[in-house]
């Protein structure tokens, strides 16, 4: 089965911790995406890769993290500096980012604050 | 900060009717327009892509562009229950590495 999985679909996290959230892709895609949906909200952008060993920060990047060291993985760290990271977070994938190009989603992670 | 406007419904049709959603965009450079439909709790899935002025058909669905008047539409024959979900309009402007604008979602409802 060609996809998106994302893992955990639930977290909870305490204040004060990191918490690294798993998007994996087996689609051969390029590209790769993190957003960020908050009740009644579109989606935000976090960060995205085009490469491996190459990404961007997006619209809301401050106190994530990420990291592209293979093609088909691109997991997002959400560190104790974000103040407020209670959400649903998902991961895209895309063949080249290039302006034609479709993204595709995994099943989102729901992440809360206890 | 370039913006993609929708307006929040909800949007409340019959079963059988026409579903009418609308999306303005504000970059006139946005060459890529995607309507994504998003269940209740779900991840956004893509109905429709449209890149050129005009309508494109795919079954019950029609996206229209009119880049002049910088406005994407969807409609949704033959409304049914299952279609009821969010609808989010997504532009991405002609630069390369550059991901979606979303708007905030339109909910549609069909009622049967």
């Known amino acids: 089965d060609g996809g998106i999985t994302q893992s955990p679909k639930y977290l909870f996290r305490k204040e004060g911790q990191n918490v690294t959230l798993s998007c994996e892709q087996n689609l051969n895609h390029d590209a790769m995406y993190w957003y960020r949906q908050d009740p009644g909200q579109g989606l935000r952008l976090i960060y995205y890769?085009?490469?491996?060993?190459?990404?961007q920060k997006g619209d809301i990047a401050e106190g994530y993290s990420v990291s592209r060291e293979k093609k088909e993985s691109f997991p997002l760290t959400v560190t104790s500096a974000q103040k407020n990271p209670t959400a649903f977070y998902l991961c895209a994938s895309s063949d080249s980012g290039g302006a034609a190009d479709t993204q595709y989603f995994g099943p989102g992670t729901r992440l809360t604050v206890l | 900060q370039k913006e993609v406007e929708q307006n929040s419904g909800p949007l409340s049709v019959p079963e059988g009717a026409i579903a009418s959603l609308n999306c303005t965009y504000s970059?006139?450079?946005?060459?890529?327009f995607f309507w994504y439909r998003q269940y209740s709790g779900k991840s956004p899935e893509l109905i429709m892509s449209i890149y050129s002025n005009g309508d494109k058909e795919d079954g019950r669905f029609t996206a229209q562009l009119n880049k002049a008047s910088q406005y994407v539409s969807l409609l949704i024959r033959d409304s049914q229950p299952s279609d009821s979900a969010t609808y989010l309009c997504a532009v991405k402007r002609y630069q390369a590495g550059t991901a979606l604008i979303f708007g905030k979602g339109t909910t549609l409802s069909v009622s049967s």
């Open positions: 890769s085009q490469i491996v060993n190459d990404f």
């Open positions: 970059d006139r450079v946005s060459q890529s």
